[in-house]
């Protein structure tokens, strides 16, 4: 039985994510900030399937909890297989309308949670025999003002996080961990909240060249796949699911 840590899994991404893998042989630790009403349901259909499930709830800019979101991974078998760090939000406030709290609040959510899990479990990844850490980047760090659109402390937090993702797949290539990135174009959400408007949305289908958003369940299928041994020779890797955005 493999246990995989999965952050922000109630919605979205990390749901999707969840329900690709959920099986017999897997045992979740799964957290959400505040959506515990959409993390239950997650839960729900993963028990469905056979997995087994832990579940905490709270902040990732806290590093209690993140201590104790660890050891809570490590109770059903003793040790963390594999992490995918999905935790994240999308900021739009320009230069001149975020402030010093805002990009901190950024970058410890998305980028300072990610290597204190690692630091406080990468022992773990070591001992695992399919160890493997995958990390949800996104394109914001690369196609910079589509629509005169920016998000620069979400920017500023996910290019942050593909440097370290990159440096610990060199660091634990000698360990036959495997770490690599997704980085999604914009995608669909589940939920009422929205970085962007209706028509904001539309004009940006228009642009992208497979005329549609990515699904979250796009994500979770690539996700899935680096996460299983047929995966074991890819690392290091930023890999763009964006309907072709990155080619405009």
């Known amino acids: 039985m493999r246990s995989i ?46 997995a087994k499930v832990n579940v905490l709830c709270g902040d990732l800019t806290n590093k209690n909890f993140i201590k104790s979101l660890v050891e809570l991974a490590r109770q059903q078998t003793g040790n963390i297989d594999q992490f995918v760090a999905n935790a994240g939000y999308a900021d739009k406030k320009k230069f001149g309308e975020f402030n010093e709290k805002d990009l901190n609040r950024s970058i410890q959510t998305m980028t300072s949670s990610f290597s204190e899990i690692i630091n406080l ?17 996104s394109f914001v760090n690369k196609n910079i003002g589509l629509n005169n659109n920016i998000f620069p402390v979400t920017a500023a937090a996910k290019g942050a996080l ?4 990159k440096t610990l797949a060199f660091q634990l290539s000698k360990n036959n961990v495997t770490v690599n990135s997704i980085s999604p174009g914009y995608t669909k959400k589940d939920g009422k909240h929205s970085a962007l408007s209706i028509e904001e949305w539309d004009e940006i289908i228009s642009k992208i060249p497979l005329k549609r958003l990515a699904a979250p369940e796009d994500i979770a299928n690539l996700t899935s796949f680096l996460l299983s041994n047929e995966a074991s020779y890819i690392t290091g890797q930023i890999i763009n699911i964006d309907g072709g955005l990155s080619l405009v």
């Open 5 to 50: 840590l999965i952050t922000g899994s109630a919605s979205g991404i990390g749901a999707a994510i969840v329900k690709k893998v959920a099986s017999k042989d897997t045992s979740f630790t799964l957290t959400t900030k505040t959506n515990q009403a959409g993390l239950k349901k997650v839960v729900e259909y993963a028990q469905n399937k056979g």
């Open 121 to 137: 479990s990468i022992d773990d990844f070591k001992k695992s025999k399919n160890g493997r850490i995958v990390s949800i980047s």
């Open 162 to 165: 593909e440097a370290l993702t």
